[in-house]
């Protein structure tokens, strides 16, 4: 049965308290003055927090120097990510997809309707949209770390779905997912594509899961995209593509961290590795320096020796078995799992 709320204006809220007022195209000013569908609730992004620019500091004069994978994720990251989904040697994409059109009416059967469905790391909400016609959600929550992008996505959403309630949540999710009130506690279904899953490591992933676990109250339940174990060259491929999609999403990093932290990285001092790891049973992202470079930011700077690298990401993949565990050991049971012919990726519901 389909319940319909009442249509609320989408609104995108950040989970930290400082305000910022965040510059909106002239587009997206005209559709708020003619519908006054999008309702902004803007405070601080990471790239203005304090807490933000610590941790980076912390991971470039770290012995083994990273950067947090949600530095890929700025206005021209998000679009290069969405070009990374097109290309040949990403399969997990398309993939995903087909399991989720040819099981549709499995899933909605096994899910159920009218569910308040809050799609984590939403992006282009295509995914979710997909799934709308069979689901018939009462409610549909968006949550990314682009609002800008989250923005025009459900502007365009609202659009097609005028009858689904609509909210828009701008979050950096690696900190933890906090949701507002408004968001009813019963029927909560957490819809979470793409194996973004893998992106933290295992036991990040276990606690991750068992708050949401916590946060599916009465009912809950989890649809969760998880990437599967396969042959190395296909993996290598998807993340170190022929056309270099993968390499500027990567080197892209440096750029969204120059203007963060006031830094002075040069990208074309770096090249980008993307390799599987079997030992880990997880893809790196790394970023390598060309020569020996001196890289400078207000207070302080770092020397990199020639071919150091600076480790950008992990994407784990799971067998179906060890991501069932998983889900368990974050406390949800009656796993149910679709997969493609070739198991190369898989779909899980899990209720709390
Ligand atoms: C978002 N996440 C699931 C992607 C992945 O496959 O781990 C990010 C990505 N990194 C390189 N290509 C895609």
């Known amino acids: 049965m389909l319940q319909l709320n009442k249509k609320e204006n989408p609104m995108v809220t950040a989970h930290t308290d400082n305000h910022l007022e965040l510059v909106r195209s002239n587009s997206h000013r005209a559709a708020r003055r003619t519908t006054d569908a999008l309702r902004w609730r803007n405070r601080e992004t990471i790239a203005d927090s304090w807490l933000g620019r610590k941790e980076l500091i912390a991971g470039l004069t770290a012995p083994h120097p990273w950067i947090s994978s949600k530095y890929f994720y700025d206005a021209l990251g998000s679009q290069l990510f969405d070009a990374i989904t097109r290309l040949p040697e990403y399969y997990p994409t398309r993939t995903e997809a087909a399991i989720l059109a040819r099981h549709v009416n499995d899933i909605a059967r096994t899910v159920g309707t009218g569910r308040i469905l809050i799609d984590l790391g939403a992006g282009n909400c295509e995914k979710a949209a997909a799934l709308f016609p ?3 959600p009462a409610q549909y929550v968006a949550v990314d770390i682009s609002t800008e992008y989250l923005e025009t996505a459900l502007f365009r959403l ?3 779905f005028p009858g689904i309630a609509m909210t828009g949540l701008g979050m950096d999710m690696s900190q933890g997912l906090s949701l507002p009130d408004s968001i009813p506690d019963a029927g909560r279904l957490f819809f979470y594509p793409g194996s973004s899953i893998g992106n933290f490591t295992p036991q ?7 708050d949401l676990q916590l946060q599916c109250h009465r009912g809950g339940g989890l649809l969760i995209g998880v990437d599967l174990i396969k042959e190395k060259a296909i993996l290598d ?3 170190d593509d022929a056309l270099g999609v993968t390499a500027a999403f990567n080197l892209n990093a440096l750029n969204n961290v120059n203007s963060v932290l006031g830094s002075d990285f040069d990208v074309r001092d770096w090249r980008h590795c993307g390799f599987f790891n079997p030992t880990m049973s997880r893809v790196e992202m790394h970023l390598e320096t060309r020569l020996a470079v001196e890289v400078h930011w207000p207070g302080g700077l770092r020397c990199f020796e020639a071919g150091e690298r600076i480790h950008t990401e992990n994407s784990y993949k799971y067998s179906v078995e060890d991501f069932g565990e998983l889900l368990s050991k974050a406390g949800f049971t009656n796993v149910t799992a679709w997969t ?3 198991k190369w990726f898989a779909t899980f519901y ?3």
């Open 134 to 136: 069979a689901l018939r």
């Open 158 to 160: 609202r659009q097609q």
């Open 204 to 210: 990040e992933a276990t606690s991750f899961l068992s």
């Open 237 to 239: 491929a998807a993340y």
């Open 340 to 342: 493609d012919q070739r």
């Open 350 to 352: 899990a209720t709390a």
